[in-house]
Nanobody, 123 residues
Framework: QVHLVESGGGSVQAGGSLRLSCAAS????????LAWFRQVPGKEREGVAA???????YYADSVKGRFIISQDNARNSLYLQMNTLKPEDTAIYYC?????????????????WGQGTQVTVST
């Protein structure tokens, strides 16, 4: 019912910026959270940032102050502005949607996922 497609990934030097986008379509409830996750080989998928229909945001400690999550009013577009990128930010980034108020950065609370977009940060 919910279809998500990420874009905007690529390669960037440490200290640089990237802006990821996620196009959302289908039945998206105002009570759903929209979120960004990332995953690297050998590690679990981890929550990066999430946003409620009302605009409340949640961030992982590792990205707080550097990344900003936002959405369009209609919630058909989700964004992740990534600033002051570090090599440890290198990962595949996924957007997700689900009723996740009890765990805004926990992957198990999300039902719909995009295909992922690669972000590579080099020194």
């Amino acid at each position: 019912q919910v279809h998500l497609v990420e874009s905007g990934g690529g390669s960037v030097q440490a200290g640089g910026s990237l802006r990821l986008s996620c196009a959302a379509s289908g039945s998206i409830s105002r009570r759903f959270l929209l979120a960004w996750f990332r995953q690297v080989p050998g590690k679990e998928r981890e929550g990066v940032a999430a946003i409620t229909g009302g605009g409340t945001t949640y961030y992982a400690d590792s990205v707080k102050g550097r990344f900003i999550i936002s959405q369009d009013n209609a919630r058909n577009s989700l964004y992740l502005q990534m600033n002051t990128l570090k090599p440890e930010d290198t990962a595949i980034y996924y957007c997700a949607a689900g009723y996740a108020l009890n765990g805004p950065l926990r992957s198990s609370y999300y039902d719909s996922w995009g295909q992922g977009t690669q972000v590579t940060v080099s020194t």
